[in-house]
């Protein structure tokens, strides 16, 4: 058994935490609220630890082993540490810290997202040639509709009651569908969770 | 020059370099998302500590706060984690998040869909859409719908078969005739979300266009 | 329903199954039973069961007999494929009186011709008649013991150091004998282990029985080659190396011997038979007993025998030579200390502690203390010898041990005195109960028959779904053909952007429906009491930030027309600096709203899902400071808010389904009532939706449709309106490509995929 302290604290955190949720008694959430707050603190820690381990533990190793790509790892070490610096210095809030997002972090996500859009656009030229099946035609239309429910094109029906009444209960198609998936995720939290709880799964063991 | 126009020049490059990427991948797209790699996590590195451990552990410290030393000693243990040797002191701190993160999920889960959807399931004939002054029939044909869909979409993710002699296991029949409907349903959402998805990818670009043409103009017009 | 019973595992196999699904044994000789539990009972039921009382009754007898007459070295077994045997020898479930299943015991079935090595052993091992006599064990026949019979000769002759058969084949042993007078080296073992050792671990490699539950690894190849009933003849393990050590007898170290067989040099020429000097019966007082002649008797056996390692042999031998033979002279603990596998748990520290008593120190090295400590299966057997049930508090020394007749249970060991404990290794009932077998671990993964159901039904679907569409099978043949069409695709959508939003901005179809969600909002923002602050959360990604930015600008315009207070928090590390651009481009439109005095900023809530129950459980302690790190429940625009459902709302702005999940499990419960707002990507909505018609949100504006038309309703025309039109152009592209490039699909023969 691996880390036994470990899975004993999960298991007693969880069960703290648990049932908080059913009990809300009073002593019981004087323990539950600082147990949440460690929470928050941890992740943050988790955050700082990734970020230490993406730059010094992959990019600055890749550097001092002058690996072919070593010029793409010197950019992210220098523009990491130029934020960081700046952002200790004059603090997150500052204007020209919040620049970084705004000017650099903004268009660039942006417009990787909007090259996925194209890209997908592309892949959909294609998809029934390779999911020639209901389902895949089912999928195909559906987007299709969705995308033309979207684009609210479809203002014309407004003059069309039997078309305007058709147009709000498509609106309502995907929810029946998209309701047992949420359950089937639900169901599906509950057992991994529990599954933690219990120390049958352990993500915790490195 | 502004400061301001310095900054939506580099907006400007970086943005012309991402899309550099539909001629295939190449040394300027490399070159933007390096930039947008160490910047993102600079930022995010700050933010940390001024919004998460300085209020969340440092102010509470120097308050004299002794709960606080928990997620001090807790913060420590995990920053061994970048030890390989160390690592493992990280797991009690990996605990305390992921059994705190496990009991979350279960509660919400529980409290929050299953009851919550399963009610609405139940309601679906209800009365809360009378209120749109929609025809009752109506109103039944879409609750069960409604029903049907997730029903059959719950169906689906049963995956539990019966063995039959010489081939693979199979579902029961009712099962595999639910998850047959439900496959419709699964299949009409996931449509949605795609067209969500290519809706979302298309304002962005429109937003990057507009962008992109607001600010060559304002250079060429000065 | 029939099932087949793993020999070696003892779990029910399907009738038809050749092999056990779990250990991978063969059970075609199983017999198919009819019940699971009979066939249980049947496995863990061997024939010779019973008889095995008689055997260790006659061991015991025996080596008390004839504990120090010395028997040759040469018949002791040397298995060179020490995995072939051992399963069915061991009776599966050590029953009260088999204080043998782990300890070296072996019962064998009946009809089982003994080996001739063995017959040849029992003639030589069997002591003359007069010597037996006074001791004999039970007189009741057995049937199957007769191995048994000739094991306990051969323990007491291996006891013995050959002295039996020094007496009974004069002839014979003087060989070796003189060999060891003659002080010469021992030969290296063919081995590479004492034969002690070896029959050692083919008993340890005996252990997984089959009345055990923890599956087996696969068999070797030498385990399924091997029937059960072929694995008692162990004699191909036993013949070959017997008479060569029975040839070879290797010349001894002369400090080996003088540790360990001095007294036998001197005794046994002259009179073979004669007991040697060192364990001539002396008196002993209580508590003193002298372990050491076994010590140094037990490391000369297997180094007379089969030396494995000569240099570590010598070293103990030097050791051992230098100490004084003294008795001990306190009480011997048993079971101080725990060594090796749990197989011989009970057992290894009385070696130990006898060689903590002639003050040897024992090696680091495992394998240098496996190859100085007697071996298990015959530290047992002696232990017997020290046994005296009739006195048990006074501890007899060896030679004085009256012969145990019978392990059985009611002779309970001594509860005082050196060897206290020790025999309670010893009793039968409880013997069982004093080992555990050790883990076998195997690499195969063990699957039940549901999973493996469960997998083949997934597999199944999986190969039906759309999500099985081959990614690798489906990439283009050409690159250069698919990268040009991938690059007309993007030029054309581009272009059409670019027209749009250079030629005819502002046109557009605007949206006359409102989605109801949409139509919610802005109810609820009107109801909204303006005294109170509205908490926002930003929930996203820079990526989507530009079309949360257009689907939201008309709702935080609605909220400063109404002049209602905003807090503002960021689950995502930009979402603050994000979500502070719209704010001010919002305020930039409604210039009477004080962006500075009418919002308070709390900045970055990291933790996830953790995070917002401990916000929704204590919001004052998850968001104690701003943003800028001043107290924030002092300030005035928040001095009334105790607990989160004292905000006006919660309005939430994601772009991802799960995050907005998130806050409905785990916020919404405490809200009590106020109401919760999304502001989504178009990608989320349709997984958010549910939500609203639960009413567990009370409005969504979803995308840049749902902001274009929360414009409308606003009539306060926006961004979103304003480039709706280049939205509609793209969308419609979009739509007529994908519409092309899915009835060329079905025109066209299909490439790749499934076909219904």
């Given amino acids: 058994m691996k880390s036994p302290v470990a899975a004993f604290v999960a298991f007693v955190i969880g069960a703290i935490v648990l049932v908080g949720y059913f009990i809300p008694a009073a002593p019981l959430q004087a323990i539950r609220t600082p147990i949440l707050d460690w929470a928050i603190v941890l992740a943050g820690f988790a955050g700082l630890v990734a970020i230490l381990n993406l730059i010094f533990g992959v990019h600055i190793k890749r550097i001092r082993e002058k690996t072919p790509r070593q010029g793409f790892s010197w950019l992210v070490v220098i523009s990491f540490f130029v934020v960081f610096i700046a952002g200790v210095i004059l603090g997150p809030t500052n204007p020209n810290v919040q620049n970084v997002v705004t000017y650099i972090q903004f268009p660039i996500e942006a417009s990787l997202m909007a090259v996925l859009a194209i890209t997908l656009a592309y892949a959909s030229l294609k998809f029934l040639q390779r999911q020639r099946n209901w389902m895949g035609i089912v999928f195909f239309v559906a987007t299709l509709f969705f995308l033309v429910v979207n684009s609210g094109i479809l203002s014309f029906s407004s003059n069309i009651p039997v078309l305007r009444t058709l147009v709000s209960a498509a609106h309502q198609l995907p929810v029946g569908g998209a309701r047992g998936i949420l359950l089937g995720i639900a169901l599906g939290s509950l057992a991994t969770g529990i599954r933690i709880l219990i120390g049958a799964d352990r993500p915790y063991n490195n | 020059m502004n400061i301001d126009v310095i900054w939506t020049l580099i907006s400007l490059v970086l943005t012309l370099f991402i899309f550099s990427y539909l001629f295939g991948d190449n040394p300027v797209f490399r070159i933007a998302t390096g930039i947008f790699v160490g910047a993102a996590a600079g930022y995010f590195a700050v933010v940390i500590i001024y919004q998460v451990i300085l209020p969340h552990l440092v102010v509470p410290l120097i308050q004299g706060s002794i709960l606080a030393l928990f997620p001090l000693i807790l913060s420590g243990l995990l920053l061994t984690k970048l030890s390989p040797r160390l690592g493992r002191l990280g797991n009690v701190s990996m605990a305390v998040l992921v059994g705190s993160g496990a009991a979350i999920a279960i509660g919400g889960a529980a409290l929050g869909t299953i009851f919550g959807q399963v009610r609405a399931a139940i309601d679906a004939f209800g009365s809360q859409a009378n209120t749109s002054g929609t025809s009752p029939l109506l109103l039944g044909v879409e609750g069960l719908f409604l029903l049907a869909g997730t029903v059959t979409a719950l169906a689906y993710f049963n995956f539990g078969g019966k063995e039959q002699a010489g081939q693979a296991p199979a579902r029961v029949a009712i099962s595999a005739w639910l998850s047959g409907i439900g496959k419709f349903f699964i299949a009409l959402t996931f449509g949605a979300i795609f067209a969500g998805v290519l809706t979302a990818g298309l304002t962005a670009l429109v937003e990057r266009a507009d962008f992109v043409i607001r600010t060559i103009s304002t250079l060429i017009t000065g | ?756």
């Fill in chain 3, 1 to 756: 329903m029939s099932e087949k019973i793993c020999p070696v595992c003892n779990r029910a196999n399907l009738p038809n199954a050749k092999r056990c699904w779990y250990c991978q044994s063969l059970l075609e000789d199983e017999p198919v039973i009819g019940e699971p539990g009979e066939g249980a009972e049947a496995v863990e039921q061997p024939e010779p069961e019973k008889e095995v009382p008689d055997w260790l009754a006659r061991i015991r007898a025996r080596k008390a007999i004839e504990s120090m007459e010395p028997q040759p070295k040469e018949e002791v077994p040397a298995p060179e494929k020490k995995t072939e045997e051992p399963k069915p020898v061991i009776p599966e479930k050590p029953a009260s009186s088999v204080p043998s299943g782990k300890t070296g015991s072996i019962s064998r079935r009946p009809g089982i011709q003994l080996p001739s090595w063995i017959t040849e052993l029992e003639k030589e091992a069997k002591p003359a008649p007069e010597d037996v006599e006074p001791f004999k064990p039970p007189a009741k026949k057995t049937e199957s013991s007769d191995w048994m019979k000739k094991l306990s000769a051969w323990q007491a002759e291996e006891e013995h150091g050959g002295q039996e058969a020094a007496k009974a084949e004069p002839d014979n042993t003087p060989e070796w004998l003189t060999e060891f007078l003659s002080k010469e080296n021992a030969p290296q073992p063919e081995s590479g282990l004492t034969p002690a050792e070896e029959f050692n671990q083919q008993l340890q490699s005996a252990e997984p029985q089959p009345g055990d539950t923890e599956p087996l690894g696969p068999l070797t190849e030498d385990e399924e080659a091997i029937r059960p009933d072929e694995t008692y003849d162990f004699s191909q393990d036993v013949e070959s190396p017997t008479p060569k050590e029975e040839e070879e007898i290797p010349p001894v170290d002369e400090r080996e011997l003088e540790a360990g067989f001095t007294p036998l040099s001197v005794e046994l020429p002259s009179e073979p038979a004669a007991k040697p000097p060192s364990i001539e019966p002396q008196p002993v007082e209580e508590g003193d007993i002298d372990l050491e002649w076994l010590e140094e008797y037990d490391k000369a056996v297997p180094k007379e025998a089969a030396p494995e390692e000569p240099v570590e042999e010598e070293a103990a031998a030097e050791s051992e030579a230098a100490q004084p033979q003294e008795p001990i002279t306190k009480p011997l603990t048993p079971f101080l200390g725990v060594k090796k596998n749990d197989w011989n748990i009970p057992f290894v520290p009385l070696a130990a502690k006898a060689e903590e008593a002639s003050g040897e120190e024992e090696t680091a090295n495992e394998g240098e203390e496996d190859a100085l400590k007697l071996p298990v299966w015959m530290e047992q057997l002696r232990r017997i010898e020290m046994t005296n049930p009739a006195t048990p508090s006074t501890p007899p020394a060896p030679e004085m041990v009256p012969p145990a007749a019978s392990p059985e249970p009611e002779e309970q060991p001594p509860v005082e005195g050196p060897l206290a404990g020790i025999q309670g290794a010893l009793r039968s009932a409880e013997l069982p109960d004093l080992y555990s077998k050790p883990p076998i671990y195997t690499n195969r993964i063990q699957v039940t028959d549901r999973q493996a159901l469960r997998a083949d039904l997934l597999s199944n679907l999986l190969q039906e779904s759309p999500a099985a569409v081959h990614t690798e099978e489906a990439a283009p043949k050409t690159p250069a053909k698919s990268r040009l069409r991938k690059i007309l695709v993007g030029l054309l959508v581009l272009a059409v952007v670019l027209l749009v939003l250079v030629g005819a901005p502002g046109t557009s179809l605007l949206p006359v429906l409102y989605p109801p969600e949409t139509a919610s909002v802005y109810q609820l923002v009107n109801a909204l009491p303006a005294d109170k602050p509205v908490l926002i959360a930003a929930d996203f990604d820079a990526g989507l930030s530009g079309e949360i930015g257009y689907t939201s600008q008309a709702f935080f315009e609605h909220l400063m027309l109404r002049n209602i207070p905003m807090a503002t928090l960021s689950t995502n590390p930009a979402g603050s600096a994000l979500m502070g651009n719209m704010l001010s481009a919002a305020q930039a439109r409604v210039s009477t709203y004080d962006l500075a005095a009418r919002t308070v900023q709390f900045g970055y809530l990291a933790g996830g899902s953790v995070a917002l129950q401990s916000m929704a459980s204590d919001v004052h302690m998850a968001l104690p400071y701003t943003a800028e790190l001043f107290p924030a429940w002092t300030n005035p625009l928040l001095v009334n808010i105790q607990k989160i459902s004292d905000f006006g709302a919660l309005v939430v702005m994601t772009d991802d389904a799960d995050t907005g999940r998130y806050w409905v499990e785990q916020v919404q419960p405490a809200l009590e009532g106020i109401p919760l707002i999304v502001v989504t990507s178009a990608q989320s909505a349709p997984m958010l939706l549910p939500y609203y018609e639960s009413g567990q949100i009370n409005g969504v504006i979803a995308g840049m449709a749902g902001g274009t038309a929360y414009e409308q309703i606003l009539q306060i025309p926006g961004e979103s309106t304003f480039y709706f039109g280049a939205y509609q152009s793209l969308v419609l592209v979009v739509f007529v490509l994908i519409l092309i490039g899915g009835v060329v699909a079905l025109v066209m023969p299909q490439e790749n995929g499934h076909k219904d």
